[in-house]
């Protein structure tokens, strides 16, 4: 069978894409508010050293974003893989949201909820629903492929939103707010979004002040971080203390080994370092880094 120029050209790239993917899993993705960069970093390497940077994204290098938006992205705060590891959703508390193509480091899709954005999760036909906790609200943006930008958007008011995921065992939408847990239905509607809320559930001790939250799929619960670490069973509605342990920004379970990664403030919201708790190691970025979140690059 003959291959032409063009064919050799995808089959190369084809592969580049997927030994990148391959190198980039089961590393460590962080964004750094010092410099505004999203960041994976090599697990097992010196993390002072640049070729521990395995890949970087930046919103002043993408042409996808223009000039007059780039203080939307001042702090970022989210970093979540989706999409099979193709993509990472991006947002920051100055009110700016992106889907990143990993392959290009460039933004496929732009959102700008505003408010102090903390977090976003994508749905199975490519909408996206990020938190506010300024404003107080999740917000809906319908996309399909080639969008750049929201069709349509709508928005659900939620005390001091931080927190959001999905959940496609039970197709609903979870969050974590100032008092509680809520669970939404999203009617997948491209023309006439709507997000309705289905249950409540009501947090201990009241204001919990939630922050991170992340969906264990295979243990049908919930974690999330606040006034102390929580878990939260999707099946019965049941909470249970997790861990004492307050002001933990961020918190992300390795599927397969367990390793818990979390990042632990040490000034204002921001720390150098990010550690396991159930484990002795941590990693270190060099120049005051202010590193916000921390996520195993992992699906």
Known sequence: MKCGIKQLALLLLLSMISLNAKDLRNQILCSNQ???DVLVMDVDGDWSKPESI?????PEGDPNIPADRLKRFNHIDETKVVNG????LVTS?????????????QSV??????GSTHSADLLPDGTIITASSTGNFLMVFTRKDGEKTAHKTFKLTFADAHGVVWDKLLGLVWAVGKEAVICCRYN????????????????????????????????????????NMLEFDTMTGQYKLFLKRKSVKSISIHPETGEQLVQIPKENYWNDTVTLLNGDRKWTLPGNAKIYKARWFAY
């Open 34 to 36: 010092a410099t505004r």
């Open 54 to 58: 395995l890949w970087k994204w930046n």
């Open 85 to 88: 590891g193709k993509q990472i």
């Open 93 to 105: 508390s100055t009110g700016g949201m992106a889907l990143v193509d990993v392959a290009t480091k």
């Open 109 to 114: 899709f732009t959102g700008y909820p505003g």
């Open 188 to 227: 997948f509607d491209y023309e006439n979004p709507q997000l309705t809320i289905v249950e409540s559930f009501p947090l201990k001790p009241n204001p919990y002040w939630g922050h991170d939250l992340i969906l264990l799929e295979k243990e049908r619960k919930l974690l999330m971080t606040g006034r």
